[in-house]
C-alpha cells in the first residue's frame, strides 16, 4: 500500500497517520522526495481498507501495490530518485562509467589502470579484493592488502571506488575502504548479508544472480531497502543460457526497458561479465546506453595476458578510451548527461 500525502499535510497529521498503520502491526516506511512525500506500508496491508486511510487529514490518495516488492516497486512513485556517490549521482537521466581491472593483484598494476581510465573520463574505479572463484586453487584476491591499494589509488586519482563484499567480514572491510560495495552474481541471495547491507548507509552496486529471474533480483534489493538502505544500483551481467560457445554468458539488455516499468532504481550494465570476450564488450556497452541504461561497470587491463584473473575480456586502456568516446557521442544524441571529467570532454569536444 501506499499512501500519498497531500502537499500541504503537517507533522501531526503524518504522526497520526503513521500511528495508524502501527495500530495495524504494519510498517510506515516514509519516504521523502523532493516535491511529494509518500508512505510505504510493509506487512500484511491486507487487513487494512483503503478508505480508513484516505479519510484522514493530510492523505491525498492510496493505492494498493500490486507487485510483492514493494519499497523498489515505480509504484511508490518517487519523482527523479537518484543515489549518490561522493559528488556524484547516479540514476535519472545521467549515464556513469566503472572500470579497471577484475582483480587488484598489486599497487603497481591498480595505480596503472587507474591512471588509465581516469584519464579516459571514467569517474569511479572498480577492482576486486575478494574474488569469488570457481575453483579453489584460482587467485582469490588480496583481501585488506588490496582494498588498502584501492584507498591509495583513489587517494592518487580522485576517482571513487567500487569493490565487491562476499560475507560479513568482506563487508566490514570494503566499508572501511570503499565507496560502493558490489554484491556478486553468486551472492544476490546470500539474504543475511543483504539484511546487513540494509543497514549501512553507503551505495550498493546489487548485480543480478546468473539464473535468477527479475522478480527475485528485485526481491533481493527488497531486503537492502527494507532494512533502511536505499542507495541500491541494479547491474545486469548476463545470465546463464544453453549456448555459452562464443560467449560466456547472455547478456539480458531486455531488462533496461522492463526494469524502467517496474522500478525506479539506477540500472547499470556490466558487458564484461556478461559477454566473456573483449571484442563484445564495446559493442554491448554501446547498446546499454542506447538502450537507457544509466551506466556500465567494464574490466579494464592493460597486460591483459598476465591478468590474475578475466584477461580475456578486459579492454586495453586505449580501447577503452574509444569506448568512452563513442558513449560520449550516444550521449549527446540522446540527451544522457554523461558524467565524467571535464578535462576529457573539453579534449573530446
Ligand atoms: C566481478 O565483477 O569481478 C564479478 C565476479 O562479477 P559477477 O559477480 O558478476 O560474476
Ligand atoms: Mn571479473
Redesign the pocket.
Known amino acids: 500500500m501506499i499512501i500519498h500525502m497531500e502537499k500541504s499535510h503537517t507533522e501531526n497529521q503524518l504522526h497520526r497517520l503513521k500511528e495508524k498503520i502501527e495500530s495495524h502491526d504494519c510498517k510506515p516506511h516514509v519516504i521523502f522526495g523532493e516535491t511529494l512525500v509518500t508512505i510505504s506500508v510493509i506487512g500484511e496491508v491486507s487487513k487494512i481498507s483503503l478508505r480508513e486511510i484516505e479519510s484522514l487529514d493530510g492523505v491525498a490518495f492510496v493505492t494498493r501495490v500490486s507487485k510483492p516488492f514493494k519499497l523498489c516497486s515505480i509504484e511508490t512513485q518517487r519523482d527523479d530518485h537518484k543515489v549518490r556517490v561522493g559528488d556524484l549521482e547516479i540514476g535519472g537521466n545521467s549515464f556513469v562509467t566503472m572500470a579497471g581491472p577484475?582483480s587488484i593483484e598489486s599497487e603497481e598494476q591498480t595505480l596503472r589502470i587507474a591512471h588509465a581510465v581516469k584519464k579516459a573520463g571514467a569517474k569511479i574505479l572498480?577492482g576486486?579484493a575478494f574474488?569469488?572463484r570457481s575453483s579453489p586453487y584460482s587467485f582469490q584476491g588480496l583481501g585488506e592488502e588490496g582494498l588498502k591499494i584501492m584507498k591509495l589509488a583513489q587517494e592518487e586519482t580522485g576517482l571513487l571506488t567500487v569493490s565487491?563484499a562476499m560475507d560479513l567480514h568482506g563487508l566490514e572491510l570494503c566499508y572501511k575502504y570503499v565507496d560502493i560495495i558490489?554484491i556478486?552474481?553468486?551472492n544476490m541471495q546470500n539474504f543475511s548479508l543483504l539484511k546487513e547491507l540494509g543497514k549501512i548507509d553507503k551505495p550498493i552496486v546489487l548485480?543480478r544472480g546468473m539464473s535468477a529471474t527479475i522478480e527475485e533480483w528485485l526481491m533481493s534489493a527488497e531486503y537492502i531497502l527494507s532494512g533502511g538502505n536505499d542507495k541500491v544500483i541494479l547491474c545486469e551481467?548476463g545470465i546463464r543460457a544453453f549456448d555459452n560457445q562464443y560467449a560466456r554468458n547472455v547478456l539480458d539488455l531486455n531488462v533496461i526497458p522492463i526494469l524502467k516499468k517496474l522500478t525506479y532504481l539506477p540500472l547499470i550494465v556490466?558487458p564484461s561479465?556478461g559477454t566473456g570476450y573483449r571484442h563484445m564488450v564495446s559493442p554491448l556497452s554501446r547498446a546499454s546506453i542506447a538502450a537507457g541504461a544509466q551506466g556500465i561497470?567494464v574490466e579494464v587491463h592493460d597486460r591483459p595476458e598476465e591478468a590474475l584473473s578475466?584477461g580475456p575480456q578486459a579492454l586495453l586502456p586505449e580501447e577503452f578510451s574509444g569506448l568512452m568516446k563513442d558513449l560520449r557521442k550516444i550521449s549527446e544524441a540522446l540527451d544522457i548527461r554523461f558524467i565524467s571529467d571535464d578535462v576529457e570532454k573539453k579534449k573530446v569536444a
Open positions: 577484475c572498480r576486486g574474488k569469488p565487491e558490489q556478486g552474481a553468486r548485480k551481467r556490466d561479465h561497470i578475466d
